[in-house]
């Protein structure tokens, strides 16, 4: 399969909500209309924490995204990068997508000077694990949330 990663532009919202779609699917999240809207508003402003990379086919189609936030961090001077969102589309899954586009995250993140990417997912999540496994470092971190 050929495709390349970029950055997302606002001419890719058929493709990223496609994505973003499939995303929330996944995880069986429900989110609303406001919420989405704001999400692609704040990854197409220049000076937001937050991007987004997508990998596109030749017809120029997103077929896999990593929607992203930079952000300061106590631990060092400089940025650290929540990857936050990453979908590949089923089609275009054992191709390598998800690879490279965590992979041209990581030279972003250098070209920036980012202190570190970090992410997380499904413990019973087994396809991404296996590809997280070989590209990070995984840690014994348990993530706690409180709802507000």
């Known amino acids: ?29 429900t ?13 197409n402003t220049p000076d937001s924490a937050m991007g987004a990379l997508m990998a596109v086919d030749e017809a120029e189609t997103g077929i896999g995204l990593c929607n992203y936030v930079r952000h300061p961090n106590t631990w060092s001077d400089r940025p650290v990068c929540y990857l936050e969102d990453l979908y590949v589309a089923p089609e275009a899954r054992r191709f390598g997508v998800g690879t490279r586009l965590i992979k041209t995250l990581v030279e972003m993140g250098r070209r920036e000077n980012w202190f570190r990417i970090y992410w997380m997912t499904k413990i019973d999540n087994a396809r991404a694990r296996s590809v997280y496994d070989r590209l990070a470092t995984k840690t014994d971190f348990i993530r706690y949330d409180i709802a507000l």
């Open 1 to 29: 399969m050929n495709f390349r990663i970029r950055p997302v532009v606002p001419a890719d919202r058929p493709s990223w909500m496609n994505l973003w779609d499939g995303y929330c699917a996944f995880y069986q999240a």
């Open 31 to 43: 989110l609303t209309e406001q919420v989405t809207e704001r999400t692609w508003q704040r990854i």
